[in-house]
Structure formats: structure tokens, C-alpha cells
């Protein structure tokens, strides 16, 4: 029964058999014979919890990556709480992607949710990592954080993640709060949530509501303030 799997499994499961269901009709698309349309399939209110991380139970986690021998996973997670990108976008970014003259990063729209190329501003932190891990990179290395044996990329960072909560007393934490933390800190700082979309390289400004769009200097003057925060 899809309504007693986790809530964030069930809320995909629904939109995948939905976007399935729609590609192989006869194309005569109806939206009332959507599945999200259908009012006896209720999303679970679990799954749009947010959980933020306290500027404390951030910094006892980047102190705590310091301590490990698991350092690729930890600069994955670095960045994370430094670029507030996703998971699967650093985890499987290509250093074509990256480009440390401008401090940016391009994401191609097949590496994205939003379905559209964007544009991420690097912190100083964030950049220094990156610089760090292109000198050390092997000759002719694809992604940033290859996989085993350099096979492919790294793909999951979850057991680093779990001990690290666990060794730092945090329970009931994801990593994709990671990005929350990341945009709540810098809307409380004073930011507006129109900048920070931008800086985050949001297509869609549901999740920081709408906003105009602002130079991309002062996109990167926001990026670089998270490294005060934490």
C-alpha cells in the first residue's frame, strides 16, 4: 500500500507512476486522469517537513568532518552546506561544470530538477575545496568526486552523513535538510528569498518565492556569506 511506504517515497512513486501512466496513453493527455489529481491519493504531510539545522549543530558537523579519514565524502558534504546545491548535483558534477576562474558552476538541464541549465555562485570556502580537489585530481579525471577505482562518480555519502550526526548528538536529520539549513540561514541573515534563489540557481521560486532577478555580482556577494554563518 503506497500510503504506508515513508512519505517522501510515496509522494515520488505517485509522480512517476502518474508522468508513466500519461506517456503511454494514446497522448490525448486528460488531466482529470492524472494521478495528483486524484483527491483519495493524499500526499503525505511528513514529506514536506522542514527540518533546518542550528548554526551550532552546522559548525560541530564541519568540525567533526575535519576529524575523518573519509575525506571525498566529506568535501561532498562541505560543499553542500557552502553551495546549497543537491546531492545528486555535487556528487555527480563534472569538472567541465566548473569553472574556478568566474567561481561559478554551470549545471546542464539534465543534471538538474528544475529542467533548465543554471548557474551556481561559489563561496570562497566552496572554491577553495574545489581548487583543492582539482590539484589533487588524477590526470584527466571526469567528476569531481569519482567513484571506486575511478569508475564513474561517487553516489551516495549517507553512512558518512549518519556517523557524523550521530558522533555530533543530531537526530532525525537528512542530508537534503542540508539545503534548507543552507537558504533559511542566509533568508535570517537578512537576505531576501529572491536573492538567495538566485544564488542557489533556482528556475522556479516556489521554494524561496517569487522573485525578480538581480545582477549576478551580487549573487556571488550572497554565496560568499555563508561562509560567515558557519
Known amino acids: 500500500d503506497i500510503q504506508t511506504k515513508s512519505g517522501r517515497q510515496a509522494n515520488q512513486a505517485v509522480i512517476i507512476l502518474s508522468t508513466f501512466y500519461n506517456r503511454t496513453t494514446d497522448g490525448n493527455f486528460n488531466p482529470a486522469s492524472d494521478f495528483r489529481n486524484d483527491k483519495s491519493i493524499r500526499k503525505h504531510r511528513d514529506a514536506e517537513r522542514e527540518v533546518v539545522l542550528s548554526q ?98 561517487q553516489t551516495v555519502i549517507k553512512a558518512f552523513w549518519k556517523a557524523a550526526c550521530r558522533r555530533c548528538g543530531i537526530v532525525g536529520v537528512h542530508i537534503h535538510d542540508i539545503r534548507a539549513t543552507y537558504s533559511t540561514h542566509l533568508i535570517a541573515s537578512g537576505e531576501s528569498a529572491k536573492a538567495v534563489g538566485k544564488t542557489m540557481g533556482h528556475a522556479d521560486a516556489k521554494t524561496t518565492m517569487r522573485y525578480e532577478r538581480i545582477a549576478a555580482d551580487r549573487a556571488k556577494d550572497i554565496a560568499a556569506k555563508v561562509d560567515d554563518l558557519f
Open 56 to 153: 551550532d549543530q552546522v559548525r560541530a558537523l564541519l568540525a567533526d568532518f575535519d576529524k575523518s579519514p573519509a575525506q571525498q565524502s566529506a568535501d561532498a558534504a562541505r560543499l553542500l552546506f557552502y553551495m546549497g546545491a543537491r546531492i545528486g548535483e555535487v556528487l555527480s558534477l563534472k569538472w567541465e561544470a566548473v569553472n574556478l576562474a568566474q567561481g561559478t558552476i554551470t549545471l546542464a538541464h539534465t543534471m538538474t530538477k528544475e529542467d533548465r541549465t543554471k548557474t551556481i555562485h561559489l563561496s570562497p570556502r566552496a572554491q577553495a575545496i574545489l581548487e583543492r580537489r582539482r590539484k589533487e585530481a588524477q590526470e584527466g579525471a571526469v567528476y569531481v568526486f569519482a567513484g571506486k577505482d575511478g569508475e564513474g562518480h
